[in-house]
């Protein structure tokens, strides 16, 4: 199939940009990397009359590295291979490096994939985890950040206004003596995963666990953060419970049964995945706090 015809607009800038989705409001779609957008013209369970294309919008594509910020047309490569950005948040490498193909990661955008809001893609979840953000603007009135945590309001639904543009995304440095670790299951390498797990611990100064938690993707409609605390708390970081930790998560995730995996297969994947990541991020942690003291 094709798309259904649509207007197609170029703004010259994020004003111009702004002002065009002001004017055609809900009929109007933002064009960025396109990788989930495309697919949905050319079936046609996308038909917007008005596609606005800001590729062309230099200053959204920035990365900065005080909190990781990326700009709205900043590729998932770019952040991927981005060593600032490693640095001050490695489980976003960590977690883009598993999102779909190389040829896909060159074209999509990490703000296109947080608006688009799948509940199985990865981005969402880490920025659920890290308690990030998405800043967003439309003419006339003043920028305005959501919260992670307010942002994914259910599948493929986000809190993003008709006439508002997201500019970035914010995903904070972790707190001093924390690792985190990502991990999923696929079908075939680059499908969307069954199930996948970001855990981040923070270790004290004794390499005891501190806090813990985690946020689990296609186990529910929207990324499902998860407070591990409870059960590796005060736990040394090489010999914690990951068991507890695992059997907390599955505990707190409501999967339905699909064409892909049983509701029971994914709440059982949820509390593997959980344990494993949770162990890598003790682990990270460790070696990191290990690093900075020697």
Not at 150 to 164: C, H, I, N, Q, T
Not at 222 to 240: F, K, S
């Amino acid at each position: 199939m094709k798309p259904a015809a649509f207007e197609y607009h170029r703004p010259a800038t994020v004003a111009e940009a702004l002002a065009v989705l002001a004017e055609v409001g809900h009929d109007g779609k933002v064009l960025a990397g396109g990788q989930s957008l495309v697919p949905l013209l050319n079936m046609r369970l996308a038909a917007p009359r008005h596609l606005v294309d800001v590729n062309w919008l230099a200053e959204l594509d920035e990365v900065a590295h005080d909190a990781v910020r990326v700009g709205a047309i900043a590729r998932h490569a770019r952040v991927e291979h981005d060593p600032g950005a490693a640095e001050a948040v490695p489980l976003l490498r960590q977690a883009i490096e598993d999102i779909a193909h190389t040829t896909v990661r060159n074209r999509g955008t990490v703000v296109g994939s947080l608006v688009h809001a799948d509940p199985a893609a990865e981005l969402p979840a880490v920025l659920v985890l890290l308690g990030g953000s998405v800043e967003l603007a439309s003419a006339g009135n003043g920028p305005r950040r959501v919260a992670a945590a307010d942002f994914f309001v259910g599948p493929l639904e986000s809190a993003l206004r008709p006439g508002e543009l997201a500019t970035a995304a914010v995903f904070p440095r972790p707190p001093a003596g924390s690792g985190g670790a990502w991990v999923e299951l696929a079908r075939r390498h680059g499908d969307y995963a069954v199930c996948g797990a970001g855990v981040l611990v923070r270790l004290d100064q004794g390499l005891r666990v501190a806090s813990a938690r985690a946020a689990l993707i296609s186990v529910g409609p929207v990324p499902v953060p998860v407070d591990l605390t409870d059960a590796l708390g005060g736990q040394p970081h090489d010999a914690a419970d990951w068991a507890a930790a695992g059997r907390l998560a599955a505990a707190a995730v409501d999967p339905d049964d699909d064409i892909h995996a049983t509701a029971a297969y994914r709440r059982h994947l949820a509390g593997v995945l959980t344990a494993r990541a949770a162990r890598s991020a003790a682990a990270a942690a460790a070696a990191a706090k290990l690093e900075a003291s020697a």
